[in-house]
Each structure stands twice: as structure tokens, then as C-alpha cells.
T-cell receptor, first 109, second 113 residues
């Protein structure tokens, strides 16, 4: 079973800073997901990627399959970006995802 | 708007009682999932269903049961056999069970005393 590690566990930054959250996994995967969980608990899917890079607004997700590593970047961070960001992977042929423990991000004004 | 509805948001039960958490989706998704979230841990899969009238155990199915009688509905029953039922429960769905983006409900926080 895959092991998913995220770093850092907690991150506090000032508004406007460039944010990077990292995710590594132990076994080859078919896809990697980045999710956002707000204080109320609901989760939103940000990206699903299997190679390369995806961009949506101020969010950028990259993945390096050879190194088994992905990063989520937030440009021009804003207090509304404060949330828990969760990395999850789909193993080949598996149903369901394996989740990291999440990165708790706080953006201070 | 399409989405997933979980109800209720908060649920309180006495130890020894079974309780059923509701999950409804109008996204026409085939696959549905139940996850459990505990502080400091990643989400863990309880049960999943790829089609109507079929479901499989996830990593932590003991003490839980599900049904999938309709495509739109995937209720989860937390039985008295579940040793530590207090947790945050999330329902999710996807178009298919393999490599499709997940859509999540807003969760149900269950407290058993």
C-alpha cells in the first residue's frame, strides 16, 4: 500500500507570499489529487494529474513521476487560501485513494 | 446545481445505538465512497460502491454497513460494534471508480457518548 507524506504539516505565511506544499509517495501511481478542506470540513478537489503541470488561477500543481513527488504552489497568497491542503494518490488498479495527513495553511493579512 | 448532500451536519448518539448517515448525489456518478477522518490522520476508506446493488469493504469496514439500492443514495450505518465511532465522516462520488475526480459532501460529525 502506498505511503503518502506531506510537508510541511503546518505553514503560516503573510499575504502575498508564494506558497509551496510538497507531497511524496512510495509506490508508482496512476493519478495524484490535490484537495482543499476548509474549516467547516467540506472538501473541494483542486487538481487531478498524472504527469506534468496544471494551473488554475493562482494555483499550480506539478508532478514528477520518476521522483514520486508532487508540489502545490499558490501565487500571491490571500487569507481566503487558509485551509488544509490534502494530497491523495490512486494506486494502479485500486479503488479509492490513499491520503496524506494534510498541510494546515494560514495566510495572515 | 449538482452536488453531494450529507445529512445531518452534526449527530449525537448514545453508546450502543446504531446510527445511519445519509449521502445523496445528483451528479449521475456511478461510484460512491465513505471516508472517515480523525484528527492528525489522513482520510481512511470505509466502504465504496462502483454500481447499484454492489459495494466493497475498504480499509476500516468493521463496525459499519452500507447499502446501494439507488444510484443517488449511499447511506452508511455505524453499528454498536464500531469501537470508536466518534469521528468526521465524508461521503464522496466520482464518475467512475478509476481515475476520476472526486466530489465530496460537507461531512457529518458524529459524536457518541
Amino acid at each position: 500500500k502506498n505511503e503518502v507524506e506531506q510537508s510541511p504539516q503546518n505553514l503560516t505565511a503573510q499575504e502575498g507570499e508564494f506558497i509551496t506544499i510538497n507531497c511524496s509517495y512510495s509506490v508508482g501511481i496512476s493519478a495524484l489529487h490535490w484537495l482543499q478542506q476548509h474549516p467547516g470540513g467540506g472538501i473541494v478537489s483542486l487538481f487531478m494529474l498524472s504527469s506534468g503541470k496544471k494551473k488554475h488561477g493562482r494555483l499550480i500543481a506539478t508532478i514528477n513521476i520518476q521522483e514520486k513527488h508532487s508540489s502545490l504552489h499558490i501565487t500571491a497568497s490571500h487569507p481566503r487560501d487558509s485551509a488544509v491542503y490534502i494530497c491523495a494518490v490512486t494506486d494502479w488498479g485500486a479503488d479509492g485513494l490513499t491520503f496524506g495527513k494534510g498541510t494546515h495553511l494560514i495566510i495572515q493579512p | 446545481d449538482g452536488g453531494i448532500t450529507q445529512s445531518p451536519k452534526y449527530l449525537f448518539r448514545k453508546e450502543g445505538q446504531n446510527v445511519t448517515l445519509s449521502c445523496e448525489q445528483n451528479l449521475n456518478h456511478d461510484a460512491m465512497y465513505w471516508y472517515r477522518q480523525d484528527p492528525g490522520q489522513g482520510l481512511r476508506l470505509i466502504y465504496y460502491s462502483q454500481i447499484v446493488n454492489d459495494f466493497q469493504k475498504g480499509d476500516i469496514a468493521e463496525g459499519y454497513s452500507v447499502s446501494r439500492e439507488k444510484k443517488e443514495s449511499f447511506p452508511l450505518t455505524v453499528t454498536s460494534a464500531q469501537k470508536n465511532p466518534t469521528a468526521f465522516y465524508l461521503c464522496a462520488s466520482s464518475l467512475s471508480s478509476y481515475n476520476s475526480p472526486l466530489h465530496f459532501g460537507n461531512g457529518t460529525r458524529l459524536t457518541v457518548t
